[in-house]
């Protein structure tokens, strides 16, 4: 008959007795284990939510974003952008207020890349410097929408009631004239410039982000950590700003993406019909509404700025596009 192997921790004459490896004081008897020792040697995989501990919404948003190749090539072509817009001056390789009447709207060649315009100006020079253009009112004119929408639609959707409804019928009001024939208006009061491009884009532009985040608000106000912070005594401004407000940035950040080209494509229709930014200073849109005159004749005077026009506000879509997907909170 075959003999049986003692096994550890099984007390063959009855009863259980303790593993070999089990933990004794110095006499001998046992020391009752801590509940990390049963972890040290267990592996990290055994826990489910310790492969993802160290992640965040921006880290899982920021995965996907990179992805997305549409997304990255947009931003790909907006970092381009903005680069030149900064170094306008040392990429450029004219300046764009020189004339040279003897060579008037001459086709690409290797002296002037892009051509030159009705007044022998270099293209390819006035069209970097209306890439500062273009991107300073991009960014700029968001930076006014946001200080204005924000606070409106997290005033309206925080402190409801009688307030709720003032600033709702005003944002309906808002929201019911076409943007470009008021932003039109707009200019014709105040006149043609930079600054009060600004404040016509801004003036108008902020109703859709107010709206918004009057929802965001509407919807975060009732979770149960906002009930938390009101139970520990915290006043209802430090819950705006320290509870609501960074959780409703997901659906701002987008709002702003898709508001640079929009805001963009606004000013190149202003400065096309002549109300936009003054001359000398070159802008896509007036560029176009020099040349376009001269379509058939001189073809590179208004294809080239459209064609800057067309694939800076494809870029932006595409980011603003992945921007959206990647902090969808459906993605996994």
């Known amino acids: 008959m075959a003999s049986l192997t003692p096994v550890s921790g099984i007390n063959l004459g009855g009863g259980l007795r303790p593993p070999s490896d089990a933990p004794r004081s110095p006499d001998g008897s046992l020391v009752a284990a801590s509940p990390q020792d049963g972890l040290r040697g267990q592996s990290p995989r055994s826990n489910n939510g310790s492969a993802r501990r160290g992640t965040s919404l921006t880290r899982d948003a920021w995965r996907r974003l990179v992805r997305n190749r549409l997304a990255m090539g947009g931003m790909i072509v907006v970092v381009l952008m903005c680069f030149v817009a900064v170094f306008a001056e040392v990429l450029a390789p004219y300046s764009y207020t020189k004339t040279n009447f003897s060579r008037l709207n001459e086709g690409p060649s290797r002296e002037h890349w892009l051509g030159t315009d009705q007044l022998g100006r270099d293209l390819f020079s006035r069209m970097i410097h209306g890439a500062r253009i273009s991107m300073i009112v991009g960014l700029g004119a968001q930076v006014i929408v946001v200080l204005l929408g924000v606070p409106i639609g997290a005033l309206s959707g925080f402190v409801g009631g009688r307030v709720d409804l003032v600033l709702t019928r005003v944002i309906d009001v808002m929201y019911a004239f076409p943007r470009l024939l008021f932003v039109i208006l707009l200019m014709s009061m105040l006149g043609a410039g930079l ?35 009101r139970a520990l005594g915290a006043g209802g401004l430090r819950i705006l700003g320290r509870h609501l407000l960074p959780n409703a940035l997901t659906p701002i950040i987008v709002s702003v993406t898709f508001g640079i ?70 993605q996994t």
Not at 208 to 228: P, S
Not at 288 to 313: D, K, N
């Open 195 to 229: 600054t009060n491009i600004f404040i016509a884009i801004g003036l108008t532009g902020w109703v859709f982000i107010a709206r918004q985040t009057r929802a965001q608000m509407l919807a975060i106000k009732e979770k149960e950590f906002v009930d938390g912070a």
């Open 261 to 330: 080209p929009e805001a963009i494509f606004t000013e190149a229709a202003l400065s096309f019909i002549g109300v936009g930014i003054n001359p000398p200073t070159p802008s896509w849109g007036q560029m176009v509404g020099e040349g376009q005159q001269y379509l058939r004749t001189y073809w590179h005077l208004c294809v080239f700025p459209s064609i800057a026009i067309a694939v800076t506000m494809l870029a932006f879509t595409f980011l603003g596009d992945g921007v959206r997907d990647a902090f969808d909170p459906r």
